[in-house]
């Protein structure tokens, strides 16, 4: 069985790198280039769409797990409906551009087709006691998918970040999942993060290719669906969800919340996030991904210890996203930047 598992993660990350290098070239044939402007955070036309091979990579596996009856099928359905939707409707995005409107209503959809076929959020574990959502878990599943799924696109803005995250996500949520008794979910994650691990040589600092909407949307949808379907089977597991995920759901919501505050477009580029901010200040495209993926990586450390302590989960997390908050109000540029 180890033998086995070592082979196909091995396999999985030639083909994720080999696979990437394909689409970059396709993508260079067929000029679909991420076209630099003022607010953008790279220099020169960069081709994109290299996410989806991940995407594909991990329907496969999800489709494998499918036809072979192995556990969850509900939880297969799910992730291989929506996340067929979000792959092409990011692939076709990172083409020829959809609306934003169209784009999100598309992403609503996928969400709402996971919620219902992963059972919705009917409770959620407290350490030391549980909150009943009932019918109302489905409505909350689906804002958690939709959000996530958007968050994570907001985030993928510099060389190596959104890949860096996925690595650390996907390792440590799968770890803990296959320890919890979850190994096909377990290693379903594990295998997308060494998939993420194959394309990040390809989109480290100088990117030679950039995730686009078909992998940087597609993770997001993937992690949010992993992470309710995850809490049913192992109760308490969505605050490891949210410690892991801390670093993009504190940039992302409070960059959003305040533009919106603002009065300014969500849907207009710009940079506002505290990542971005750290490019202003002098830091390099490695600099600040390398130091997201150690903060990601202490997370993983912190998502064991609730993983063991439960009861300490809920004042843990409050403590992560306080200290991180800091971090965004001293690195966002958000009221300094005449071009936020």
């Not at 076929?117 to 009932?134: D, H, N, Q, R, V």
């Not at 060389?159 to 379903?188: H, I, M, N, R």
């Not at 295998?191 to 990117?207: D, E, Y």
């Not at 969500?266 to 202003?280: F, N």
């Amino acid at each position: 069985m180890a033998q086995w598992v070592a082979g196909a993660l091995c396999g999985v990350l030639i083909l994720s790198f080999l696979g990437t290098g394909f689409v970059r070239h396709i993508a260079r044939r067929r000029k679909i280039l991420d076209i630099p402007n003022r607010r953008s955070s790279h220099e020169a036309p960069t081709p994109r769409g290299g996410g989806i091979v991940l995407a594909l990579l991990f329907l496969f596996a999800v489709t494998g797990l499918l036809v072979a009856g192995v556990a969850s099928r509900r939880l297969w359905i799910a992730l291989l409906g929506g996340g067929a939707v979000v792959a092409a409707v990011g692939w076709l995005d990172d083409c020829r551009r959809l609306s934003s409107a169209l784009r999100l209503l598309l992403y609503a959809l996928a969400a709402a087709w996971s919620s219902v076929w992963i059972g919705g959020l009917p409770t959620l574990s407290l350490g030391f006691a549980g909150i009943e959502f009932g019918w109302g878990g489905y409505l909350l599943a689906w804002a958690v998918i939709l959000g996530l799924t958007n968050i994570y696109n907001f985030m993928d803005g510099i060389d190596g970040l959104a890949g860096g995250e996925a690595v650390a996500v996907g390792a440590g949520a799968g770890a803990v999942l296959v320890f919890s008794g979850q190994p096909y979910l377990g290693w379903l994650l594990i295998g997308l993060a060494v998939a993420v691990l194959g394309f990040l040589p390809w989109n480290w600092s100088p990117a030679r290719i950039f995730m686009g909407d078909s992998g940087s949307n597609f993770l997001g949808f993937a992690f949010a669906s992993c992470a309710i379907a995850s809490e049913a089977a192992v109760p308490g597991s969505a605050w490891i969800w949210a410690l892991l995920l801390a670093v993009f759901v504190v940039d992302g919501l409070l960059t959003f919340g305040r533009r919106l505050i603002r009065r300014l477009s969500p849907r207009v580029a710009h940079r506002s996030h505290a990542y971005q901010g750290a490019l202003l200040k002098g830091f390099s495209h490695g600099a600040v991904s390398t130091a997201v993926m150690v903060i990601n990586f202490g997370l993983i450390g912190l998502a064991v210890l609730v993983w063991n302590l439960p009861v300490a989960a809920i004042p843990l997390v409050v403590a992560i996203y306080c200290a991180l908050g800091f971090l965004h109000f001293r690195y966002s540029p958000l009221g300094r930047n005449p071009e936020e």
